[in-house]
């Protein structure tokens, strides 16, 4: 079992709707988690931290509950540019390493 | 300001062959990680530095994989011979412990082993 599991995709969603990435993590220890994305055959880029009391950047809000071991991210009005691959990240103490996910692929058609 | 650089950014070879990937940290930075990449998967690490010393090299398949960071700056990351397993992104990565310590990381080296 991969300590870091996100929903499989690729997730094929119109302009302007709502999408959900869900991931669970099986490390009690980890301490912090992050959403990264990357572009085709581009590097992962931080997208954003995820807090336990959860966080939202403008069309992005990101959750975290603990006890369940599981990590949300929800896109809402989604933009062609949007689309990419969002990578759910659990790390065990700060500075060390980042365990990913598999990734989710998104697609936003017009 | 510029971000971590890493070279070539493509290398095709041959299985048995060797080959070697260089990075470039962000500046100030002390802190450097190889990640491998395979197809459909997330980033894995090879090792980590902080700043010479390589604190976490329990992956790195040491056999074959070899990694310096002289000077605490650039680092190299050598596979000597390559198989064909070994076809993958290589990804290079640097942070600040202890201020944000997010990690950047370089566009990668796309390596295929034929």
């Known amino acids: 079992r991969k300590e870091v599991e996100q929903d499989p995709g690729p997730f094929n969603v119109p302009e302007g709707a709502t999408v959900a990435f869900n991931c669970t993590y099986s490390?009690?220890?980890?301490?912090?988690f992050f959403w990264y994305r990357q572009d085709c055959r581009k590097e992962p880029k931080l997208l954003m931290s995820v807090y336990s009391s959860g966080n939202e950047d403008g069309r992005f809000t990101a959750q975290l509950n603990r006890a369940s071991q599981y990590i949300s991210l929800l896109i809402r009005d989604s933009k062609l540019s949007d689309s990419a691959t969002y990578l759910c990240?659990?790390?065990?103490?700060?500075?060390?390493?980042?365990?990913f996910g598999q990734g989710t692929e998104l697609s936003v058609k017009p | 300001e510029a971000g971590v650089v890493q070279s070539p950014r493509y290398k095709i070879i041959e299985k048995k062959q060797p080959v070697a990937f260089w990075c470039n940290p962000i500046s100030g930075h002390n802190t450097l990680y190889w990640y491998r990449q395979n197809l459909g998967q997330g980033p894995e690490l090879l090792i980590r530095?902080?700043?010479?010393?390589?604190?976490?090299d329990s992956q790195l398949p040491k056999d074959r994989f070899s990694a310096e960071r002289l000077k605490g700056v650039d680092s190299t990351l050598k596979i000597q011979p390559a198989e064909l397993g070994d076809s993958a992104v290589y990804l290079c990565?640097?942070?600040?412990?202890?201020?944000?310590?997010?990690?950047?990381f370089g566009p990668g080296t796309r390596l295929l082993v034929l």
């Open positions: 490390n009690s220890a980890s301490q912090s």
């Open positions: 990240v659990a790390q065990v103490n700060q500075g060390g390493k980042l365990i």
């Open positions: 530095y902080e700043n010479e010393e390589a604190v976490d």
């Open positions: 990565a640097s942070s600040l412990v202890g201020l944000g310590e997010t990690q950047y």
